[in-house]
């Protein structure tokens, strides 16, 4: 085993330096991932599809394309990985369902075509939890991922493939989705960069729907920069998507220097106490110290909606999973159970197709929306998710941007949580807020526990204000320092 | 006792837009199966709806068209059931805030005018089509069924009436009144063989002066607008029968049986009344300004009901504006320059509505290529007032300018049809008549004097149909000492 670092430990930034010094191909880092993805998928599980023969046709294309000067920017001949929830041209896209197991869309996602026109090659399909519903990537159906610093532990969810990935260096960066912290909740388990950008920044084109007006698409890398260049490279209006923001967008990379002298941060204080770990909570307090020495002026921030955002949450994602899961029938594609009536077929075929958690939450969505429950239910989250806005409102006229631990504790024991719904849905606490208010928050990697588990602080900002966002996490990540790599035992699968 | 029937309509109209409400594909009819479609219009996971300009702009003309009220901002919602024709198993459509509400139709039914109430119209989408192939075609016995989603996704609109429909007839008027409505604006095919149309009525009825409303019955399935009649006539006796034979009527849905002419209750689905609606996530509010709504009715062609007031206003009596205004634009248009040639409007109506429809009908020939423009009617009109033709000559003249023998003034003249004006002339064609029909004559002086019309038929025939009849009979009268 060879010491110092290796090509797949690299970040994009740092890939595509060596790729245009000549120093490297696109071919030899796609070897370098796909060698590192054989060693670790054995413990970790973090892909379903590893889609060797068109990555390898990508990366001489991109190989070839950069020869001849033609260079499509900073995600250029970069091995990248996708949640498998999103649809892939003729290559198996199953959103860890069973109930789509085979199914091979007939076209991308538009951050795939995005992707493709950036010149990065998609290595393959990540694993999660069905449907995005879980935070452990434990409610898969075609079996669990594990946490690359500790692979008796997860690495969160839903995005947990993606976060495994691009931690233990199987792929140079990933998307994931995030309708309640499924991007930031497994990159700070996993120890790595994850956002989720502002609700229609990025289209939803093509990502197969958890909860339509929380999902949103956004990158898992090993730095904020890499975090920047990718969401560059896949936001942006799509006429596609009818949510899609048309307006303006920012520079992302343009405030990455500036440091956090003079701006306002806000500590929320909902976000703290009872069930937070001593070593998450004394980390997350440390850093904010240190923005302060930075020059940030702290300001303690109370929210108090935020105590109620996760049963609002439990309401509206369900209620809109409900009617999004409805189109998994047996009849057009996927999974079809036989049955003696039409009726009878889609029954069974989504009985055997769809795990407990996905039908928990159908049924609890089902319920929510039904007649002489509307009101008490899916009526009243829709007022709390109105209240947490005002709440957030009032506290951006305050404070330029508002930090919070990403969870509470660090990376679980598998199996912990899996027969106790309640608790797995408390990982999410500190992150759905921002998902109601469709505002961009990040999570960034300040240290490990005791136990060498990574921790996570999150920073978040208004609508559009990404720019704001990576100013602030691009210098916690310079206080953070934080350099420590998970160590894998490797093993050929 | 007497009963009064009460019913509503609920109207739906598939838009004639380019391409799906929510998609790219084109709207088209007759395409092999399943060939019209993609990853949206089949709810292939991950695709999503983007709403079609047009038809908005479409809805809002139906919505002015019927007076209503357009909302500035209106939602898409998501009604919730599973049917196999239905890809994503909810059906994006409208709920609290369709684009218009509270609108009106104004028909005549036998003379009368009535004006039936608009709850709204809203806009959704169209689903699949299911064909079960097996024993019988019904669905339990069916052996397969066959789905084509060629229609999914096509721009429907509901127009929903309020409950002030009072009798079969009126159903039908109302039903045709608004077909004729969107094809004049030209946003629908507004074919019920193709289904382009089709309607659903409410039907409930009550004793004669009761203000509560009795239980309602939805019928379905009626596919021509005699069908619709029947349905619900049907139904309204059906209703009394079972009211004063001491039973009720349940609220239930039934299914109109054209061969048998009866109405039978459908298999009810356990739980589909509920459909969960709730605000679609994937569509953001739609919001057709005050600018935009006044460019569209700026743009709205003359309304069949401001045309009738018109065609009144202009000395129609109200049947037959009703009947001009229902007749296909091109000959209206040439009713229109001939009024404006100086043709009398009632006459021009008469020989648009009466004879020159007639001809068309009878050789076949589309309004589109009548051979016949405004000047030439309202040459002939004009001789027939100035007493150049006979009115029944001017039958033969009109038929002559449509088989292409020229202006009327030409015809006329070629087909040897000009009046005879010349008293003498007349008055030799007279004595002859009266010569030749002595029994005619003797059956006059015995008090028979209906005799006269038979003379003056003998006239008319020996004088080609040139001599004025009105003349002819007077001179006749004179002669026979009346």
Known sequence: MSTGPQLHDLTIVGAGERLRSGDVTSVDLLE???????????????????????????????????????????LHGIPMA????????GLETTASSQILAGYRPPYDATVVTRLRDAGAVIIGKTNLDEFAMGSSTENSGYGSSYNPWDITRVPGGS?????????????FGALGSDTGGSIRQPASLSGIVGLKPTYGTVSRYGLIAFASSLDQIGPLSKSVTDAALTLGAIWGHDPLDATSYSGAYPDLTADLDKGVSGMRIGVVSELAGEGYEAAVESAVQEM???????????????????????????????????????????????????GASTEAMMARTRAEGFGPEVTRRILLGTYALSAGYYDAFYGQAQRVRAAIQDDFARAYRRVDALVSPTSPTVAFKAGDRVDDPLAMYLSDICTIPSNLSGHPAISVPIGVDDQSLPIGFQVMAPALGEQVMFRVAAEVERLAAFTARPVIAEVAS | MSWEPVIGIEVHVELATRSKMFCGC??????????NVCPVCLGLPGALPVPNKQ??????????ALGCEVSERSVFHRKNYFYADLPKNYQISQYDIPVCRDGHLELTVDDMTRVIGIERAHMEEDTGKSTHVGLGGRIHAAEATLLDFNRSGVPLVEIVSKPDIRSAAE????AQELRRLVAELGVSDARLEEGSIRFDANVSVRPGGEDEYGVKVEIKNMNSFRSLERAVDFEIRRQIDALEAGGEVVQETRHW????????PMRTKEGSSDYRYFTEPDLVPMVVDAEWIAAIRAALPELPAERRARYVSSGLDDELAGVLSAVAAPLRQVYEDAVAAGAPARQTANWVTGELTAWLRRSETDPEEAPIDGRRLAELVLMVEDGTVSSSAARDVLEGVLLGEGDPSDVAANRDLIQMSDAAELEAAVDAILAANPEAVESFAAGETKVVGFLVGQVMRATSGKADPGLVNRMLNEKLGG
């Open chain 1, 159 to 171: 995005s947990g493939g993606s976060a495994a990935a691009v931690a233990a260096g199987s792929a």
């Open chain 2, 26 to 35: 084109a709207v088209s009819f007759g395409e092999e199966p399943n060939t």
């Open chain 1, 32 to 74: 370098a991932a796909l060698d590192r993805a054989h060693r670790t998928e054995a413990q970790l599980h973090a892909f379903l599809t590893l889609d060797r023969e068109g990555a390898g046709a990508a990366s001489q294309a991109a190989d070839a394309d950069l020869a001849i000067g033609r260079d499509r920017g900073p």
């Open chain 1, 82 to 89: 996708l949640k498998d929830n999103m649809c892939t041209r």
């Open chain 1, 288 to 338: 904010v110290g240190d923005l302060a020495g930075a020059g940030a002026e702290i300001v303690e921030v109370s929210l108090p909606t935020f105590e109620i955002a996760l049963s609002a949450y439990y309401l509206i994602a369900p209620a809109e999973a409900s009617a999004n899961l409805a189109r998994f029938d047996g009849i057009r594609y996927g999974h079809r159970a036989p």
């Open chain 2, 171 to 174: 159903s039908r008027a109302y």
């Open chain 2, 55 to 64: 038809a908005i702009d479409w809805i809002v003309a139906i919505g002015l």
């Open chain 2, 257 to 264: 049986d054209e061969e048998a002419g009866v109405t039978h």
